[in-house]
C-alpha cells in the first residue's frame, strides 16, 4: 500500500520542484501546463487513495456499507496512460 501513496505524492512533489526550476530559469514554459496537469491528477489519484483507506478502515470497523458504484473503465485506464508517460 505504501507505493500507492508514494507513487503520486513523488510525481507531485517531482513536477513542483520541476515547475519551480522552469519558472525560475524563465525557459520551457510550453510545458508548464502539462506539468500542472500532471501535478493536479497526481493530487486527485492520492486523495483518492487516502479516501479508500479511510472507507476501508470504516468497513472494517463496521461503520460503513459498501456500495456499488458506476464507473468508466478507460478514464482509468486513459489517467494511468497520463501518470505513467513521464516514467516511459
Not at 39 to 61: A, N, R, Y
Given at each position: 500500500?505504501?507505493?500507492?501513496?508514494?507513487?503520486?505524492?513523488?510525481?507531485?512533489?517531482?513536477?513542483?520542484?520541476?515547475?519551480?526550476?522552469?519558472?525560475?530559469?524563465?525557459?520551457?514554459?510550453?510545458n508548464l501546463q502539462?506539468?500542472?496537469?500532471?501535478?493536479?491528477?497526481?493530487?486527485?489519484?492520492?486523495?483518492?487513495?487516502?479516501?479508500?483507506?479511510?472507507?476501508?478502515?470504516?468497513?472494517?470497523?463496521?461503520?460503513?456499507?459498501?456500495?456499488i458504484t458506476e464507473?468508466?473503465?478507460?478514464?482509468?485506464?486513459?489517467?494511468?496512460?497520463?501518470?505513467?508517460?513521464?516514467?516511459?
Amino acid at each position: 500500500m505504501s507505493h500507492e501513496l508514494r507513487t503520486p505524492l513523488n510525481i507531485i512533489i517531482g513536477y513542483s520542484e520541476l515547475i519551480q526550476e522552469t519558472v525560475e530559469d524563465g525557459t520551457d514554459l510550453t510545458n508548464l501546463q502539462v506539468d500542472v496537469g500532471r501535478i493536479q491528477s497526481s493530487g486527485e489519484h492520492l486523495l483518492k487513495v487516502i479516501d479508500s483507506i479511510l472507507t476501508f478502515t470504516k468497513i472494517e470497523g463496521g461503520h460503513y456499507a459498501a456500495e456499488i458504484t458506476e464507473f468508466y473503465i478507460a478514464e482509468v485506464v486513459n489517467e494511468i496512460e497520463f501518470l505513467a508517460q513521464p516514467l516511459m
